[in-house]
């Protein structure tokens, strides 16, 4: 009779083969398993203020620090505005830009203003996503991109919840396609569960949660991995820290304590 059933060690070693983009944010592989493995496309989900984009940041420079080129997709702030927030962590990508191996897809501008003009990859029309698709491959394919973020993916369907779905998928097979591991940043309100509406949360291979709660008059941060494909992951729910040197997450650490919002 044929063994259809892998044995627990045949399950540690397929866990080691797959190949992993190592997102070098402190904690954060380790309740992976390792990184995020290669070519999926992951949902960042939360709230104003939660980290969504340091997170997207940190995960980008130190990719460009491993050798990995990136790009980031900037839908909710000006590309001048991006490089500052990141310089203020201690992410200077200027060098790396010049070396051609991190870009940002102005996709906020529109092209309009002094700024806007030394941009190389502006979407003259931001509401149009097939040219913010094929602005994004072209990139993607000048800069080489391993690593990919859209800040954030609910600025392109706000207005028009029912293409949410469509445009997230169309991205998936545009980012997963040329090989990159991507993450799409989500915003959600304060007070909701979900991770930014079904389409989408059933579209991406993974989904992490980013959340600030008020506990005994406290704002406090954690993290918490609802899915990701293709790894086993920490099944708890942690805490971080956000510091000048950017996101510490407490991988041995479990945040326990029930949610001011849910008692009341
Ligand atoms: N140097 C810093 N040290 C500690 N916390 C910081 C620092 N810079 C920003 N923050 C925190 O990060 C938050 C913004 O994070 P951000 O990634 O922009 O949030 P989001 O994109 O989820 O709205 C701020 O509200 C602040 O609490
Ligand atoms: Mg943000």
């Excluded at 044929?2 to 397929?14: A, K, P, S, T, V």
């Excluded at 072209?138 to 469509?166: C, F, H, N, Q, W």
């Amino acid at each position: 009779m044929e063994r259809h059933l892998c044995g627990e060690g045949d399950i540690i070693f397929w866990e080691l083969m797959v190949e992993r983009v190592i997102t070098g944010i402190p904690g954060f592989d380790e309740i992976l398993s390792g990184g995020i493995p290669k070519r999926n496309v992951v949902l960042l989900s939360g709230g104003p203020g939660t980290g969504k984009s340091i997170f997207g940041y940190q995960y980008l420079y130190n990719g460009l620090r491993r050798g990995e080129p990136g790009i980031l997709v900037a839908l909710e702030e000006h590309p001048v505005a991006v490089r500052i927030a990141m310089s203020q962590f201690g992410w200077d990508v200027s060098e790396y830009e010049e070396e051609g191996r991190f870009a940002i897809v102005d996709a906020f501008t529109a092209g309009i203003g002094e700024a806007a003009k030394r941009e190389r990859y502006v979407v003259r029309a931001p509401d149009d996503f097939q040219m913010l698709i094929d602005v994004l491959r072209t990139a993607i394919r000048e800069v080489k991109a391993e690593r990919v973020v859209v800040d954030s993916v609910t600025t392109l369907y706000i207005t028009k919840p029912v293409m949410a779905r469509g445009m997230v998928l169309q991205l998936k097979r545009v980012l997963s396609g040329l090989g990159c591991t991507s993450i799409l940043v989500s915003q959600v309100s304060v007070t909701e569960r979900g991770f930014g509406g079904p389409g989408v949360e059933h579209a991406v291979d993974g989904i992490v949660r980013l959340d600030l709660d008020e506990i005994r008059g406290e704002l406090k941060r954690s993290l918490i991995v609802w899915k990701m494909r293709g790894t086993a992951h920490s099944m708890r729910r942690h805490p971080f820290e956000i510091t000048d040197k950017g996101i510490i997450v407490k991988a041995a650490e479990v945040l326990k304590e029930v949610r001011e919002i849910e008692r009341e």
